[in-house]
């Protein structure tokens, strides 16, 4: 926290400002303006000097106070991924479908959740296709209904019948979507929860309103770019292919915004450098070395 001391103004009277202004020096001739003892930067004191704040921004410097979202940058690159692992979300999404299409399919479930013995506060809900947030929760909710699904195949003789009639046709060398959830698709879903948490956490983090997120932009990147990486070695039922095809897609996306660090935002790297955690200690290095190679880390 900055400690406030007093100090009296060019326009008389005196006010509180913080210790940060011992950083400036102010003009002689021009009591309202004090220039940075560190470069050429000059700096209005007084609410008077607002307009020549104004037309100092519109210099070059001024292309880095625009700054794009992070939660938009990693909706973008998760959506990509669940391109990939489409056919266990669609299968498991028409199965929630078709169970809450009438209150009595409805009653019929919640009588196979007590012969199952799930224990949920919680019921099934369905997904906004085009909030993967909200596909996260819808997994992450349905995976704890799968003996309940089971379990109401074998009470309905339609569940079966229907499904296998909902969704596209498979395009040649491709999953096919249609028909109820498969024990393998259970086994996808349980891992890819797994990944998606990652993302649906930072997402809420990056999204805070009530505390400072600019000093962990950086390393919450550095965080995208090690479970990328760790991810696409995964493997699953015997299968690689599926996450390192997923993963790859979402690196794709990733670098187009911050493979390049030349091309982002230079206030990103600014940030971290000024949050006292990271400032003195070799963390902020490494995590550019990690991240970006030595040459760039040095």
Not at 56 to 80: E, K, P, W
Not at 126 to 149: G, H, P
Not at 170 to 184: A, E, L
Request: hydrophobic share 35%; net charge positive; with cysteine.
């Amino acid at each position: 926290m900055l400690t406030l001391a007093v100090w009296g103004g060019g326009g008389g009277g005196s006010r509180k400002r913080s210790k940060a202004w011992m950083h400036f020096t102010v003009q002689k001739d021009d009591p309202d303006h004090a220039n940075c003892n560190y470069c050429d930067a000059v700096l209005g004191c007084k609410s008077a000097s607002a307009a020549y704040m104004k037309r100092s921004l519109t210099n070059a410097r001024s292309r880095y106070l625009g700054m794009r979202c992070v939660a938009h940058i990693i909706n973008l690159v998760v959506q990509d991924g669940l391109k990939i692992m489409c056919h266990p979300r669609n299968r498991i999404r028409s199965a929630i479908k078709f169970v809450r299409a009438s209150p009595t399919r409805l009653d019929l479930f919640k009588k196979c959740v007590q012969l199952s013995k799930v224990v949920s506060k919680g019921l099934i809900n369905i997904d906004v296709v085009t909030r993967w947030n909200s596909t996260f929760i819808m997994l992450e909710t349905a995976e704890k209904f799968e003996r309940a699904f089971e379990q109401y195949a074998l009470q309905d003789p339609n569940y079966k019948t229907e499904l296998e009639k909902t969704g596209p046709e498979p395009k040649p060398d491709t999953p096919d979507q249609r028909g109820p959830p498969t024990q393998s698709d259970w086994v996808y879903v349980r891992e890819f929860k797994q990944f998606l948490q990652h993302f649906y956490l930072l997402t809420n983090k990056v999204s805070g309103t009530k505390y400072v997120t600019a000093n962990t932009f950086l390393e919450d990147i550095a965080d995208v770019h090690f479970m990328l990486g760790e991810w696409s070695d995964h493997v699953i039922c015997g299968d690689g292919e599926i996450f390192k095809c997923m993963a790859t897609k979402m690196k794709t996306k990733y670098e187009k915004y911050w493979g390049d660090p030349e091309k982002m935002n230079k206030y990103i790297f600014i940030a971290a450098i000024l949050d006292p955690r990271t400032k003195e200690s070799h963390f902020f290095k490494d995590m550019i070395e990690d991240t970006y190679g030595s040459i760039i880390g040095n």
